[in-house]
Structure formats: structure tokens, C-alpha cells
């Protein structure tokens, strides 16, 4: 582990040295993701978090080109994570995936790649409006496109692989087959979604856990909020922490999932909101602070991927969480 908390590295079962901070660019509009990325850069980030279906890798590529250019940091400096998409399942799709992304980023190769989903579609489709867009995990098995994952990393071009919205028992099952066991998940995590035991069970299996939507995913569209759902960043616990250290909900949020020793990914797009989120990183809590904040925990998932349910279909909430 390295000195500074901004630099902090967890290292990933095959060795590798990940960044424990980043930044999220998903819902970080073109037009902003590229200043975001650079403002960040500069401040001191070290880990971008990126996905195909986050549309923006075009802008990131050029922000992060202008920083290479520029001479603020190297390559090898920077950790990339992206994701592949839904549609790319097939083994003979995956590469071509990485590639359309590694071109977007104008990157030679990643530093991890995950399984976006746990959800198969026609590759014509990027999301699903019928039933028929899905196709069932029998037809288009998760071992499958695993086995085309390795094939990344045997191909170097990306040097970790890993998955995302994997479930215990999808874990498992993965880890049954792997020849590459999965480096990382990455899940929602925040205090009213705490996952305790997927947290053990990574622990156990050697498996590195990333924090999406921290901070509560505010920003994300209309259709896929609640009506009446609770507000993370304005709970009165939270609130109280961030009083008695002088420092915003946010920035205990981000504190909370670095002291429960996962990554961690804030999204902003705002300068002072991403220096604030990285300042956070040398945030102490106290462990009656991290108590307060465990018992929040409600099992309330702001991304419940109801994307995947609400035309019917295999991709059943019990289906995608607890199978
Ligand atoms: P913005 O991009 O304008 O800063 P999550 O990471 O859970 O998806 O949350 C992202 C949301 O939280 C966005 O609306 C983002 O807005 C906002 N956000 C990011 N950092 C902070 C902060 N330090 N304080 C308050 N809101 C923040």
C-alpha cells in the first residue's frame, strides 16, 4: 500500500497494483466527460472508470490523449477499466468489443475489462424493448464468454478481467470454470446497500470489489428512480459524520467504502466536487462512525436493473440478484 491515501493501491489476485479512487464517467455526458477526465487528472486521479455503454469513450480517449501529450502522467501511470456490453456476449464478439473501446480510448490495451452485465442480448439490440431482446443465460452461457475474456488477456489486451452485477451464486459458478478466476466485481455499495456477505465471499475467493454509485446515483434518469426513494447524500446519519469531521456526505460516503477496503468510484463532473470527492481519500473515520453508517444498511438498490425485467423474460430481479 502506498503512502498517500489518494494514491492508495489494493492488489488484485494476479498481482496487479488497482487504484482504490477513481472516477465514474457513466451518466458523465459528452461535452463534459473529457474536461472531467482531465480536471481529475490533474488533481491527482489515477484510476478512470469507463464503459462502452456509457457513450462518452470517444471524448475520454481524446482527454486522455491531450494528458499523454501534455506530459501530466504516462500510461502506465493511469489504471483504464471499461466494460463489455450486453450485446457482445457471443465469444466471437468479445474481442471485437475490446477493440471498438480500445480504439475509442486510443489505448493500446486496458488495465481491466469486465463482464458489464450478467445479462445477455441480441447483438443487434443495445437495449432491450421486447422480451425477445433477451436471450437466456442457457442460450448464451456466462462460461462462455468468460472463456473469450481469458482469450483478452492472452492476447494482451487487457491485463485484468473481472465482471460486474455478478451475484454469490454467479461467483461461484464462474470460479467452477475459470481458467483467469475473475479479479474483480463491481457492484453497488453504499450504506443502504451494504452486501455484507458478497463482501465475505470476495474476501474469501480473492476477488477485489469496486463500489459503484456511491454516493446514490442521483443524477441517473427518471425511469430508473423510485418515486419517494430515500436520498443517500442528504441522510440525517450521514449528515451528523460529516458535521463532526467538517467535511461533506460525500466525502464520508467515499471514506466509508475505502475503510471497508473496496474501490471506490465517485462520479462528478463538477471541478470542486472532484477535488472534494479525492480529498476524501484522506478521510478517517472513526470505527463508531463506520457502525452508524453499517446500520443504514436497507438493501436498497438505486440500479435494481429493472432494464432487464420489465418486459418479461429470464432476467427476473430474484433471477439477476439472488441466483
Ligand atoms: P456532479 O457530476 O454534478 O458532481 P454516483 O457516483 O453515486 O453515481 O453519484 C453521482 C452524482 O453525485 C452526480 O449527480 C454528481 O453530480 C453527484 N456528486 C458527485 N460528487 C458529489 C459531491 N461531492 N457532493 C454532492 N454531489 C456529488
Not at 498517500?4 to 451518466?27: D, H, I, R, V, Y
Not at 474483480?184 to 456477505?197: D, G, K, S, T, V
Not at 441522510?235 to 471497508?260: E, G, K, N, S, Y
Request: charged share 20%; with cysteine.
Amino acid at each position: 500500500m502506498s503512502s498517500t491515501a489518494a494514491t492508495k493501491t489494493l492488489t488484485l489476485n494476479n498481482g496487479a497494483s488497482m487504484p482504490a479512487f477513481g472516477l465514474g464517467t457513466w451518466k458523465s455526458k459528452p461535452g463534459e466527460v473529457g474536461r472531467a477526465v482531465v480536471e481529475a487528472v490533474k488533481a491527482g486521479y489515477r484510476h478512470i472508470d469507463c464503459a462502452w455503454i456509457y457513450g462518452n469513450e470517444a471524448e475520454i480517449g481524446e482527454a486522455l490523449a491531450g494528458l499523454f501529450a501534455e506530459g501530466v502522467v504516462t500510461r502506465d501511470e493511469l489504471w483504464i477499466t471499461s466494460k463489455l456490453w450486453n450485446n457482445r456476449h457471443a465469444p466471437a464478439d468479445v474481442e471485437p468489443g475490446i477493440r471498438e473501446t480500445l480504439d475509442a480510448l486510443k489505448l493500446e490495451r486496458l488495465d481491466l475489462y469486465l463482464m458489464h452485465w450478467p445479462v445477455a442480448l441480441r447483438r443487434e439490440v443495445v437495449l432491450p424493448a421486447a422480451v425477445t431482446d433477451l436471450i437466456p443465460l442457457d442460450q448464451a452461457p456466462l462460461a462462455d464468454t468468460w472463456a473469450a475474456m481469458e482469450g483478452l488477456v492472452d492476447a494482451v489486451l487487457t491485463r485484468s478481467i473481472g465482471v460486474s452485477n455478478f451475484s454469490v451464486p454467479k461467483l461461484r459458478a464462474l470460479l467452477e470454470h475459470a481458467r483467469i478466476p475473475p479479479a474483480n466485481n463491481q457492484i453497488e455499495l453504499h450504506p443502504y446497500l451494504r452486501q455484507a456477505a458478497m463482501l465475505e465471499f470476495c474476501r474469501s475467493s480473492n476477488i477485489a470489489v469496486t463500489a459503484y454509485s456511491p454516493l446514490g446515483s442521483r443524477d441517473r434518469v427518471a425511469a430508473l428512480k423510485t418515486e419517494g426513494e430515500p436520498v443517500l447524500l442528504e441522510d440525517p446519519a450521514v449528515a451528523a459524520i460529516a458535521q463532526a469531521h467538517d467535511v461533506t456526505p460525500a466525502q464520508v460516503l467515499i471514506a466509508w467504502a475505502l475503510q471497508r477496503g473496496t474501490m471506490v468510484i465517485p462520479k462528478s463532473v463538477d471541478p470542486g466536487r472532484i477535488r472534494q470527492n479525492l480529498a476524501a481519500t484522506s478521510l478517517q473515520l472513526r470505527d463508531e462512525d463506520m457502525r452508524s453508517l453499517d446500520a443504514l444498511d436497507r438493501h436498497r438498490r438505486y440500479v435494481d436493473g429493472r432494464f432487464w425485467s420489465s418486459h418479461g423474460g429470464p432476467y427476473s430481479p430474484s433471477a439477476l440478484w439472488d441466483e
